[in-house]
């Protein structure tokens, strides 16, 4: 397998104009701006393979998606070098983006107006991609994500989750390289999730699609990727396989659970109680010590539970971790 993707010392800065609110600041600043510099990426360099499902990921700001909006053509670096499947992708992106799909969860590359069909039959015109493979490939992935009849509605009409879908069928039509896809399962129930994240793991085996997913669902990185690079603060804090990270850091489980009278005071081996109040209380479980299964039938046992909830610990706390080298 080759390199598909070559990225080294890539920077972006932003140059924002700041100013307080009010009709008399607003007029000052059309003769003297203050302005904010922001280093959005600080030098950042990785490689990857074709074939690789790789997560990207990090907290909100921290750089994820102007790395893909770089690496997709969209944004003009401040410097460093890119190189995805032998084109700059900025420089050269009439023949560099035939080669790739996106998906931005936040901006949608359908018609408003129209039904989503018609967006996929632009795209047929737009990748000059042939009669009959266009009609067998969109017949397919209509059929796979449920949206034979969703389509020939105007996308305005669909549901957050529905226009995902559409999405990512639009990206997908042309059988890309590469895809991109910046937090593709917003809007999507779970059902609909495990459909996506199926969708995906087939299309990687049966045509050796690379795919970078950037999310912030621990669940969908589990499920789907091998290799996880981590970014925070424009800076990339490890790069490496998925299995070290769970290995040292997805080891506690956040557990909620919502009584339905007032219970006695929790506890149980392995799990430390972070916070409580008079019907609901959280725990966070080790599950080096104790399984999930023995924390859950253990609370059942005790207590009269209206709900309870099991979680990993939010990306930022496991950021933040790797962030400061703490283990």
């Known amino acids: 397998m080759g390199i598909v993707i070559e990225v080294k010392d890539l920077r972006k ?10 009709f008399g600041n607003a007029v000052k600043s059309l003769f003297k701006r203050e302005y904010v510099i922001t280093d959005a990426l600080k030098g950042i360099s990785f490689t990857i393979e074709e074939g690789e499902v790789v997560g990207f990921i990090g907290p909100n700001g921290a750089g994820k998606s102007t790395t893909i909006k770089a ?10 070098e890119v190189n995805v499947l032998g084109f700059i992708p900025w420089k050269d992106r009439i023949s560099y983006v035939s080669n790739i799909g996106v998906v931005f969860g936040q901006k949608s590359q359908l018609w408003w107006d129209l039904p989503a069909l018609d967006s996929f039959y632009l795209n047929k015109f737009i990748y000059k991609i ?4 266009f009609k067998e490939r969109l017949s397919f992935l ?3 994500l449920s949206l034979e009849e969703l389509a020939k509605k105007p996308v305005r009409d669909l549901s957050l989750g529905e226009r995902m879908k559409c999405q990512l069928v639009a990206a997908l039509l042309h059988r890309p ?3 991109f896809l910046d937090e593709p399962s917003i809007g999507l129930d779970a059902i609909s999730k495990n459909l996506f994240r199926d969708f995906i793991i087939a299309e990687n085996k049966k045509y050796g699609t690379t795919f970078i997913i950037t999310t912030h669902d621990m669940q969908e990185i589990e499920r789907l990727c091998k290799r996880v690079i981590i970014i925070n603060n424009g800076l990339i804090v490890y ?10 850091f997805l080891n506690k489980k956040l557990v909620d659970v919502i009584l339905e009278e007032k219970g006695k005071r929790f506890s ?3 799990a430390k109680l972070l916070e409580t109040e008079d019907y609901r209380f959280r725990v966070e479980l080790d599950t080096e010590k104790a399984s999930v299964k023995s924390l859950v039938n253990h609370i059942l046992k005790s ?11 939010d990306i930022e706390e496991i950021i933040r971790k790797i962030y400061g080298g703490r283990t």
């Open 13 to 22: 800065t932003f140059k924002t104009h700041k100013r307080e609110a009010g």
């Open 142 to 144: 209509l059929k796979y």
């Open 177 to 179: 390289r590469l895809v």
């Open 239 to 248: 790069d490496g396989d998925l299995a070290t990270i769970k290995k040292k």
């Open 268 to 270: 149980f081996p392995g």
């Open 303 to 313: 207590y009269d539970v209206e709900d309870i909830n099991i979680a990993d610990p």
């Open 71 to 80: 690496l997709s053509g969209i944004l003009y670096p401040s410097g460093g």
């Open 130 to 133: 042939p009669e009959r493979e």
